[in-house]
């Protein structure tokens, strides 16, 4: 059924009329032309079209657009701030913590959602909360850092 949804998109107000169980994965990309978030295995396994709902990670190729009625999503193009990279933007770049990039932006958001719950985890806290994020390049060590260094960043140590 054609629905109105409206919603916050990266701290902006969205209004689109779509068909309510289309995923939110595609109305990003297709719809929006927001492309950060990936597609990578449209069964919730990977973690490629991670997003943040109500500042929880959520896959996007899970989620009914529906769903999202009156609820703030935020993708990897809106996690920066006025032309500002997010501390965990920041911190995979110096922790060179991505290869391809394809899972990257998932990586991040999910790193992002651990960060409100946790926000001082341990290493094995991190490998924990981002084991259902999965990458094929390998910089899983440097992804770890990236995490860490971020926390420490975001307390106001150094990274």
Known sequence: MIELIDFHLNHKPTQLRVESSRRLLWVLRTDLNLTGTKCGCEAGL???CTVLIDD???RSCQVPVGEIKNKQVVTI?????NGQLHPLQESFIEHDA??????TPGMILQAYSLLQSNPHPTEKEIRQGMKDNLCRCGPHQRIVAAI?????????EKR
């Open 77 to 81: 193009e809106g996690l920066a701030r």
């Open 46 to 48: 990977c973690g490629a």
């Open 56 to 58: 929880q990670a959520a």
């Open 148 to 156: 860490a260094g971020a926390a420490r960043g975001m307390k106001g």
């Open 98 to 103: 991505l290869q391809c990039g394809f899972c």
